[in-house]
């Protein structure tokens, strides 16, 4: 069974730094976008960052110039490497992917199961 496997949140201080890691476990044919989603307590949830296969990246306007999301194509991983923590970047953070399972299948998104970011003030 195909599953995104996040690792690296945690509680952090304002101005502190984290890496998210979403690995791709179980066999695919590839993976096209790969991104981030994140939802705060009481909010909808919101598009964080989006890395296309060759390495085009978008961001939310409120994350700009302090996250940067990379991915490794043949570690099927997903990176977002967050500076400058806000407590207003306190969310629950989902990695999300587009992932073809075999050549002749079409493009399915999958989630992972959310990784908890905490900054304090």
């Known amino acids: 069974q195909v599953q995104l496997v996040e690792s690296g949140g945690g509680l952090v201080q304002a101005g502190g730094s984290l890496r998210l890691s979403c690995k791709v476990s179980g066999n695919i044919f590839s993976a096209n976008i790969m991104g981030w989603y994140r939802q705060a307590p009481g909010m909808e949830r919101e598009l964080v960052a989006t890395?296309?296969?060759?390495?085009?990246?978008t961001y939310a306007d409120s994350v700009k110039g302090r996250f940067t999301i990379s991915r490794d194509n043949a570690k099927k991983t997903v990176y977002l490497g967050m500076n400058s923590l806000e407590p207003e970047d306190t969310a629950i953070y989902y990695c999300?992917?587009?992932?073809?399972?075999?050549?002749?299948?079409?493009?399915?998104?999958?989630w992972g199961q959310g990784t908890q970011v905490t900054v304090s003030s």
């Open positions: 890395v296309t296969v060759g390495g085009r990246s």
């Open positions: 999300v992917a587009d992932l073809v399972l075999t050549i002749a299948t079409k493009p399915t998104r999958a």
